[in-house]
């Protein structure tokens, strides 16, 4: 069974600094999301990694994939306030790529 | 212009209650999921739908019963509420079973007294 584990679970980060959230998954899977979660809002789908060494990057945010390790990483620039949020990975089992598998989140808080 | 809308967005009700929460996305997907998210924001995926046939039945209770009358719809039904069914439901949609993301409603807070 996939398994999909994050850490850490809670980042409290300064404005301007830099951070880095792991996400590592048990078994084979050729693809890897990310997703963000303001709180008590729907889950927004950020980033879609499909290949190994894949790397995808949005404003202050990049995501990578080594599928190898079975890990992906989201890093963040110079974090700001705004990106203050929850922040899931996901991954699907080979072959049944309906099946999204979560990982625990880890909450982002930005202070100033 | 909504893509993924789920309703209602809350719901308390008592233990024993049946009820029903809908779904509908207009983004012309093919395949519809239900996730339950947690008191402690794990997400689990309950059941998922590709053009009204049932292709994922996690192990949910058989209290849970979903129903898809077209690919658009995918509705929720929960016989005889539990205290540990309070929870966030999350309908979401993708275009494929494949690659594409999943693309999520605003979530249903049912809460069970």
Redesign the interface.
Known sequence: ELKVEQNPLFLSMQEGKNYTIYCNYSTTSD?L?W?R?DPG?????LF?L?SNGAVKQEGRLMASLDTKARLSTLHITAAVHDLSA?Y?C?AANTG???????G??T?LQVTL | DTAVSQTPKYLVTQMGNDKSIKCEQNLGHD?M?WYKQDS??????MF?Y?NKEL??NETVPNRFSPKSPDKAHLNLHINSLELGDSAVY?C?S?QN???A???????TRLTVT
Not at chain 1, 96 to 101: H, I, N, P, R, W
Not at chain 2, 40 to 45: E, G, P, Q, T
Not at chain 2, 101 to 107: C, I, R, S, T, V
Request: aromatic fraction near 16%.
């Open positions: 693809r999301y997703y979660q809002k729907s889950l927004e789908s879609v499909l929850t899931f996901a049944t790529a309906s099946k999204l598998t979560f625990t989140g909450r | 395949t999921y402690k924001k794990f997400l689990k995926i998922s590709n292709i994922i999350f979401a993708s079973q494949l690659l993301p999943l693309h999520f409603g605003n979530g």
